[in-house]
């Protein structure tokens, strides 16, 4: 669903501010592409690939993007930066627009239970709490599952998440089975005919192969209590790390049914082009990008207002 008008405004705002290093040289590098006097000019083209390679978009969609420009330049005389940058901004927002994955609902009167899938440390346990604010601001009732038993600390952390915002959180002890947890929380949830259950896991790294089992045991227990579930499957992937991140969540794609992805840190990155890479790379659509560390701090993606936010002055 595409935003309203101010959420989108604030949306771009919100990302030219993270994105502003890489905004500020890709602006510079169209300017410069259409300044020279022959068009296309390849060393204006090289300079604004390399813009787009330093804003980590990744080497085949840089070189996409510029043969796209490339064309646009040869066609006409264009002594305009807007064209160039309609053309790029076009194509950023085709690259980002996949459709969604057919979305599983819960039966009427049962939850949508949603799992938070990632390597270590990429903004789950935040980004559960910041989706469960969400959802409770627009009237929801929403439950969190501390399915995160590895470490006591990782049930604390979502606890007091869930004390700021008033809602309620299954947990078992540390060390505890995690599809216990979601066996727990999916009842509980189902109990308070809560709208919606977000589940925190635990970071875990593809090759272990005994955690990826368990996502699929949580899966499985999640699937006998509530048909459909879970009905989304977020993978969390911190923007700062980019590509890194990357080669390790490729797994996660096989053996957790990923349906969406957010990309967490966007307000930390100079580099905010991975996010093209990534979608490039796993072929699934952005659903949320983080800004921050609050609980508002979640932002709806919306891929033309993410190339307006690059490229617009
Ligand atoms: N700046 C910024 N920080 C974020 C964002 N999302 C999460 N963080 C921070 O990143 C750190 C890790 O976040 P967590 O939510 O604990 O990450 P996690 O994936 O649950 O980590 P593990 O459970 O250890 O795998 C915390 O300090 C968060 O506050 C974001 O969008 N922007
Ligand atoms: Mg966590």
């Keep these: 669903m595409a935003p309203d008008a101010p959420a989108k405004k604030s949306f771009v705002a919100r990302l030219k501010r993270g994105l502003f290093m890489t905004h500020t040289e890709l602006i510079a590098r169209v300017g410069d592409a259409i300044r020279s006097k022959v068009a296309p000019d390849p060393r204006a083209l090289d300079a604004l690939e390399e813009a787009l390679l330093t804003a980590d978009v990744g080497p085949a969609t840089a070189a996409e993007l510029v043969a796209a420009v490339r064309e646009e330049l040869g066609r006409r005389e264009v002594s305009e930066a807007d064209s160039v940058r309609r053309v790029l901004k076009g194509e950023i927002e085709r690259r980002l627009s996949l459709p969604a994955p057919p979305a599983a609902a819960p039966p009427p009167g049962m939850p949508r239970v949603v799992l938070m899938v990632g390597v270590n440390g990429t903004g789950k346990t935040t980004t559960a709490a910041k989706l469960a604010a969400r959802a409770i601001g627009s009237g929801q009732v929403a439950l969190l599952a501390a399915a995160d038993t590895f470490r006591a600390a990782a049930i604390e952390q979502l606890e007091v998440w869930a004390g700021r915002l008033g809602v309620p959180v299954v947990k078992h002890r540390p060390g505890a089975d995690p599809a216990a947890v979601v066996h727990d929380a ?32 949580i899966r499985r227990v999640a699937a006998r209590e509530v048909p459909g579930a879970p009905h989304e499957v977020l993978l969390v992937l911190d923007a700062v790390t980019g590509m890194n991140g990357l080669a390790q969540a490729r797994e996660f794609l096989k053996s957790a049914g990923v349906t969406g992805l957010v990309l967490t840190k966007m307000d ?18 952005v659903r949320y990008v983080g800004v921050g560390e609050t609980a508002e701090d979640l932002l709806d993606f919306d891929p033309k207002a993410f190339a307006d936010a690059l490229l617009d002055d």
């Design 186 to 217: 999916c009842s509980a949830a189902k109990a308070r005919r809560a709208d919606v259950l977000y589940v925190d896991t635990a970071g875990r790294l593809h090759t272990k192969h005994n955690l990826m089992e368990e996502l699929a045991k």
């Design 268 to 285: 930390g990155t100079a580099k905010g082009g991975v996010i093209l890479a990534i979608v490039r790379e796993l072929k699934l659509p």
